[in-house]
């Protein structure tokens, strides 16, 4: 049996500082303590992540969130067995202020440092909250990230497909902006979507005619504006039912996108006969009803399960650092004080690199 495991995981890739404090062994392990400070406050007046911002409140905020994620915990660093933090991809400034700070606990404290790619961080977290089973299919959808990917190990993922330009979260958030609803754009899309009638406005399904499981967000989020200012030029405004049939509209495009290219990505990974067939999705836009409804017909269609974590784990948080750093540690990896910062930091160097950066930071 493997070796119970006390790992504390550090995240500041993007706009939200957090530590976590995790124990255990790979496929079962439990979260000790899980701290995220968000920084959407600091950023609303902006329209979007300042990386300034966001990197000098990472470096101010991220010691309080581990001694407190240790508080929690019960535990004082001598107790670790290990310290994993994100070392990309994001924004530089965010993710220099984690390395910097676990170099110096790794340094102070003799306890081994493990740097932790963010994407795999997410790809992993089915494991830990539902023991997914080697080979998965990951659908990662947030507002920074688009991609499918077969994971196969810790360390060992291809990318079928993903983004060429827009994260589906991020078109999300300029809709909500293009219609003056608040932000986060997706939970304020979906709500008005609701008593919306997606018919009414024909929006474009970009990529469908293309073969393969790339997709693209950007053209959906123009014809949308062209639609706004064409109701806009015909009666001076909208209504209430014109925004919720916008919104409507909207989010049923994005899911039959997101549906389509899933059912793609499926037939590639059923080819590997796993044993437990599964579609995992994770990220902030797997909270949408719509969209996850969607996702559990394809699984079926395929016989697969489909598993969504909560959504404490499946947004940017450090338990999934850690959880994937005790991975990684288990299978021999460790880093020393020449650990960088990498903005770009492909899963898959297989694959070509991918076109565009959100809002967020870089999709790698
Ligand atoms: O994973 P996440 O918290 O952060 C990163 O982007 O890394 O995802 C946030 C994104 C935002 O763009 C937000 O608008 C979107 O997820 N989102 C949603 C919903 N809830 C959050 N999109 C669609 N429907 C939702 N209910
Ligand atoms: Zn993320």
New binding site residues.
């Given amino acids: 049996m493997t070796h119970s495991l006390t790992i504390l995981g550090i995240e500041s890739?993007?706009d939200d500082s957090a530590a976590a404090v995790l124990r255990g062994t790979s496929g079962a392990a439990d979260v000790l303590s899980s701290v995220v400070e968000g920084q959407t406050s600091l950023h609303a007046a902006f329209g979007g992540v300042v990386p300034e911002i966001a990197a000098r409140a990472h470096a101010e905020r991220l010691d309080g969130c581990v001694k407190q994620a240790l508080a929690q915990a019960g535990l004082t660093l001598p107790d670790l067995d290990a310290i994993a933090v994100t070392a990309g991809p994001g924004l530089i400034g965010g993710v220099m202020s984690g390395v910097a700070l676990a170099k110096g606990l790794s340094a102070g404290s003799g306890k081994p440092l493990i740097g932790v790619n963010?994407?795999a961080g997410?790809a992993l977290t089915p494991r830990l909250t539902d023991g997914a089973q080697f080979p998965y299919l990951m659908l990662l959808v947030?507002g920074?990230?688009c991609q499918f990917l077969l994971v196969r190990g810790p360390a060992d993922f291809t990318r079928l497909g993903g983004t060429i330009d827009d994260a589906p979260g991020e078109a999300f958030d300029k809709t909500a902006r293009l219609l003056g609803l608040p932000q986060p754009g997706g939970p304020s899309v979906e709500a008005e979507a609701a008593t919306g009638l997606a018919s009414r406005f024909r929006l474009p399904r970009p990529l469908l005619d293309r073969a393969g499981c790339d997709l693209s967000f950007s053209g959906l989020k123009t014809a949308l504006l062209r639609t706004r200012d064409n109701l806009v030029a015909e009666k001076g405004g909208l209504t209430r039912q014109d925004r919720a049939d916008l919104c409507a509209g909207f989010q049923a495009a994005v899911a039959d996108v997101l549906a389509e290219k899933a059912r793609r990505a499926m037939a590639l990974y059923m080819e590997s006969a796993p044993q437990t067939p599964t579609l995992a999705v994770a990220?902030g836009v797997a909270a949408n009803q719509a969209i996850r409804a969607c996702l559990e017909t394809v699984s079926a269609e395929f016989g697969a399960q489909c598993l969504t974590p909560p959504l404490d784990l499946c947004?940017?948080n450090a338990a999934m650092i850690a959880y994937a750093g005790l991975e990684l540690f288990e299978a021999g990896q460790q880093d020393d004080l020449t650990l960088v910062a990498r903005p770009r930091w492909p899963l898959d160097s297989a694959s070509p690199a991918m076109l565009g950066s959100g809002k967020k930071g870089a999709k790698a």
């Fill in positions: 890739s993007c963010h994407l997410h947030s920074g990230h990220g947004t940017d």
